[in-house]
């Protein structure tokens, strides 16, 4: 092609295309870059051309051009290029290289290209990205656009919450570059490529194991049409249905609950009716007074069951629309385990159980109502007695731990699976309806233990090591604090000690009960002081110099053992009484508190008798009592 040709061509593409020589400088600009720029022919040859780049763009475009001509490759770049108007507008601009038959260059041709819509296209898509992105980051569902080779193209924040990856990661990937599990991602493909295909939304859900743990998702998937009504994109919106799902399998189970519990309500009534209608008929028809009166009995056994099973019914209403009134007061859970075991006795007996009872030698006093109490112990052993084989063994015990009394009722029966320990206080809840030896039963007893026993402000747990393995209920209570006598208020002696005021230390890391020992004591007439551990002992009865020193032995740092040596070793405190005054109550406890120096050993709640003797043994007697 000649240069005229060349010119006439170069003249009529929309581009401005110019012509430079092997060294960079320009020979000739088109028609459309004189009427753009309004320079002219002669001004715009050699290296004149820069005047209408942008300033901040120069230095790197002549040092792009520049590394061209050195190394002879192509240029490609975007740059702005100021018009006769003023104004800047984006140039695609390309440059290559003309060679001659040796290969060496010539001359070089470029053109630029005007992409101010195509910017303003690409700028608009992003707008509207960036919008999309800001509305859907507010939103917990994860909004997930696809192309047809499944590849992510925008992914919303809520993402990250599900998987740990930024939304950034996704960009460009498939589910399988990303790794997810192989039968998700077959999923995902066969919903996507239906909706590319027939163009109709699809919805799935789908099982995921987040960084929460499982969860369950449900996706609805739509497709995206361009101008010519093709599909051009899919988009998902997948939403966490997990606690959804949760919530519907529990009102399931509820449902299913109740359908027991209505056919075992109903199988329970008729026991005890069945009999009592055919003792009445019985009744009717024998004139026999030894006949007569076994039925009657018989019949009242059975009442007493009916009348029971309406009572369990009630307190759950009751308890459930918050109805029930606790009667509390100061009571002894020594005298509610007798009341408990005396009521479930016959049960007990009748299975041929071996009912093992433990209790303290003193009060383990609680602010309960007795009644209540009774009863959420007495449908542990019944339940107990339920699930245990004739000839079993069930053991009770209670304990004075810290600030709680604890009721513990273990048996060797049929056990609790893993998998039923956390439904075993729930309403009409029961281990095992097929068990042979089961006694029947409404599975409201334990759901009623659970709420009596919160309700006085405690908790019950269940634990099992499994099938065969038997079952331990333990019920942890709030114990009082207080060591006055059973009535609930403070008795003050009426006639003071006859002896002189003594100083009195007392020493536990429970402040309340501390305390409330020293005001006790001041009560009576003595000085006292109360401090909470036992580096403050020492260094307390080092000043004060008591006659007599209550230490817990259950400190913290240094022991009650440790306070009993360190006074007794010093000096001016070595005849001083010492009392161990602590929840410890086995013989090889009192052992070693004698061991560490003390001369009585008391076990708390202390009452008041057992004070007052230690004060009159003291106040009687120069030497420590043994």
Known sequence: MDALNFRMLANAI???????????????????????TGQTQESSLGWAWQAVHRPDELADTVE?????????????????????????????????????????IVAWIGTHTDI??????????RARDRELQALTDTSPDVLARFDRHF???????????????????????????????????????????????????????????????????????????????????VLAVTQDITARKIAEQAVRDADRRKDEFLATLAHELRNPLAPIRTGLEVLNSTS????????????????????????????????????????KQRIDLREVIDVAVEGCRPFID?????????????????????????????????????????????????????????????DNGYGIPPELLPDVFTMFAQVNRTLHRSQGGLGIGLALVKRLVEKHGGKVEARSGGLGQGSTFIVNL?????????????????????????????????????????????????????????????????VFQ????????????????DVGRALRAHAQLANVMLVALTGWGSEEDKRQSKGAGFDHHLVKPVELAALNEVLAKLSSSDAPAT
């Open 14 to 36: 929309p581009q401005l295309a110019w012509m430079g020589d092997a060294n960079g400088g320009m020979l000739w600009f088109n028609d459309r870059w004189l009427e753009y």
């Open 64 to 104: 792009r051009w520049r590394r061209s001509l050195s190394t002879g490759q192509p240029l490609r770049k975007v740059l702005h290029l100021q018009g006769s108007d003023g104004k800047y507008r984006p140039f695609l601009s390309i440059a290559n290289p003309i060679r001659d038959e040796s290969g060496a």
């Open 116 to 125: 101010t819509e195509q910017v303003a296209a690409e700028e608009r898509l």
């Open 151 to 233: 590849r992510h193209l925008f992914v919303s924040s809520a993402v990250t919450q599900a998987t740990n990856l930024l939304p950034s990661a996704f960009l460009g990937k498939t589910n399988r570059e990303l790794g997810m599990p192989s039968d998700l991602c077959d999923l995902w493909e066969e919903a996507l490529g239906s909706v590319f295909e027939t163009g109709t939304p699809r919805s799935l859900e789908f099982s995921y194991t987040t960084p929460a743990g499982p969860c369950h998702f449900a996706s609805r998937i739509v497709p995206e049409r361009d101008a010519y009504g093709e599909v051009e994109n």
């Open 288 to 327: 026999d007074a030894k006949e007569s009166e076994r039925v009657r009995t018989m019949m009242g056994r059975q009442l007493a069951h009916l009348i029971r099973l309406v009572d369990d019914l009630l307190d759950v209403s009751r308890i459930t629309s918050g109805k029930v009134v606790l009667k």
């Open 350 to 410: 009748a299975a041929k159980h071996t009912l093992t009872v433990a209790t303290p030698p003193t009060p383990v006093w609680v602010d309960g109502d007795a009644t209540r109490l009774a009863q959420v112990l007495s449908n542990i052993l019944n339940n107990a007695s339920k699930y245990t084989s004739e000839g079993g063994r069930i053991d009770l015990t209670l304990q004075r731990q810290d600030d709680a009394a604890v009721l513990q009722v273990q």
């Open 478 to 542: 709030p114990a009082l604090l207080s060591i006055d006598e059973p009535n609930g208020s403070p008795t003050k002696p009426s006639v003071r000690p006859q002896s002189p005021a003594l100083r009195v230390l007392v020493v536990d890391d429970n402040e309340d009960g501390a305390d409330l020992l020293a005001m006790l004591l001041e009560g009576l007439g003595h000085h006292s002081v109360a401090v909470y551990s036992g580096e403050a002992a020492l260094e307390k009865a080092a």
């Open 546 to 561: 008591p006659q007599l020193v209550f230490c817990d032995i259950g400190l913290p740092g240094i022991s009650g053992y």
